[in-house]
């Protein structure tokens, strides 16, 4: 019987332990205020594009600016919006809207619908996993 208890006890135990080392390694490094605004100042004149039909998911940084993924998390995307939205940090879904050949590109008129306002596109830059889990760790801080 105490055989089996520490048994269970070692065990868990080690469980406890891995599953730690393995949170500590998925924790982004923290970021100052700083660093952030060098990154967006940086990303905020990307000119890449994302095909429309590959936007998985996002995750909004602040009310001007959000990540989107596109196919999967592995692919994230800084977008930033030409203006302010008070509707971004709790919109439900968002819509895209693009002009040619079902690209979101920064220039031509392409936009995201949230919560029916069009916003126009100002900048879309590809992140690394690393630097986009830095910027919303960063922005669930504030």
């Not at 599953?19 to 905020?44: C, F, G, H, M, W």
């Not at 819509?95 to 050949?101: A, E, L, M, T």
Request: proline fraction near 3%.
């Amino acid at each position: 019987m105490k055989i089996r208890f520490v048994g269970y006890f070692l065990g868990f135990s080690l469980l406890a332990a891995g599953l730690t080392a393995i949170a500590d390694e998925t924790r982004p490094d923290t970021i100052s205020a700083e660093q952030y605004k060098a990154l967006v100042n940086n990303y905020s004149n990307g000119k890449d594009c994302i095909f429309s039909r590959t936007i998985n998911d996002w995750s909004e940084l602040d009310n001007r600016s959000l990540i989107l993924y596109a196919p999967t998390k592995n692919k994230p995307y800084y977008v930033s919006l030409r203006r302010q939205s008070s509707e971004l940090l709790f919109a439900q879904s968002i819509g895209v809207y693009s002009k040619f050949d079902n690209r979101v590109c920064p220039y031509g008129g392409n936009a995201l619908f949230i919560d029916g306002e069009r916003y126009t596109i100002g900048a879309i830059k590809k992140l690394d996993k690393k630097t986009a889990k830095q910027l919303i760790a960063f922005n669930e801080k504030k």
